[in-house]
């Protein structure tokens, strides 16, 4: 797969994924918009959201995903989270039923104790999907379904734009990024037995241009996609 490096128009300052959430964690909430994420959720249509008894959520954050989970069903969610700062936001916010600080490529979750993993804006963090995966289908007993929402590979190619923060101190920093093209999710979803059930791509509409001007050059450009993997 091409190295972020290869696309990188900002050069900002990069750091770990533990570090640079720590130091977002307390403007995260503010400056992540529910365009991004939230959006292609709502347009999910082939999970039988009624049917889950208990769900993860890796890479929890602050718990954006599971306050939208729990608009869904009334199921228990544990997350995970590598960031201390971030899981820190997520036990104030109160939506999971255990939080857990680890990595989502091995939680330490119980084998087979779920029907749905959910995984939203992480993967761009991971060097390779694999392991990720991989876990994704350990932690499920079927039938279940794994949701896996992620930065677009084709906008962080066109705009060389990695994720990334203001720091309080005023620099803008970068948090370690990869491309993973949409053929890599393939290879490694259908290596572990998923199916694919669902594609949707978020478009940078009239939504995403209220809330970000400068983007009008960007406008109908894809910013999100969202998998949805099954396990029948
Ligand atoms: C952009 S935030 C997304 C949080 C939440 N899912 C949301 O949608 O708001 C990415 C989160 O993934 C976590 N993360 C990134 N790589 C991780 C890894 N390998 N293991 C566990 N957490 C990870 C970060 O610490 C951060 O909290």
């Known amino acids: 797969m091409p190295s972020f490096d290869r696309f990188d128009r900002r050069h900002y300052t990069t750091t ?3 570090a640079g959430y720590g130091a977002w964690a307390p403007t995260y909430e503010s400056t992540v918009e529910d365009c991004m994420d939230l959006a292609l959720l709502n347009r999910i249509a082939s999970v039988p959201w009624d049917g889950v008894t208990r ?5 929890c954050g602050s718990g954006r995903t599971a306050s939208w989970l729990r ?7 544990d997350g995970v989270d590598i ?4 899981l820190q936001l997520a036990r104030t916010r109160g939506v999971h039923d255990r939080l857990v600080h680890g990595d ?7 084998t087979g104790a779920y029907d ?9 963090h991971l060097p390779d999907l694999g392991p990720l995966y991989e876990e994704a289908r350990r932690l499920l007993v079927p039938p279940a379904t794994f949701v896996m929402v992620g930065f677009h590979p084709f906008f962080i190619m066109s705009t060389g734009m990695p994720t990334h923060f203001d720091s309080t101190d005023g620099d803008t920093l970068a948090i370690e990024t990869h491309v993973h093209l949409l053929g890599e999710h393939m290879a490694a979803a259908g290596g572990t037995g998923f199916q694919a059930s669902e594609l949707h791509e978020q478009l940078v509409d009239d939504e995403f241009i209220r809330l970000k001007p400068s ?10 996609y969202a998998w949805v993997w099954s396990l029948p």
């Open 104 to 110: 989502v490529r091995s939680t330490g979750l119980d």
């Open 71 to 77: 608009t869904i069903g009334p199921f228990p969610i």
């Open 215 to 224: 983007w009008e050059a960007c406008r109908d450009w894809p910013f999100s």
């Open 16 to 18: 770990s994924v533990p």
């Open 83 to 86: 960031t201390p700062e971030m």
């Open 116 to 124: 749905l993993v959910v995984c939203c804006l992480v993967d761009e």
């Open 55 to 59: 769900a993860a959520d890796l890479g």
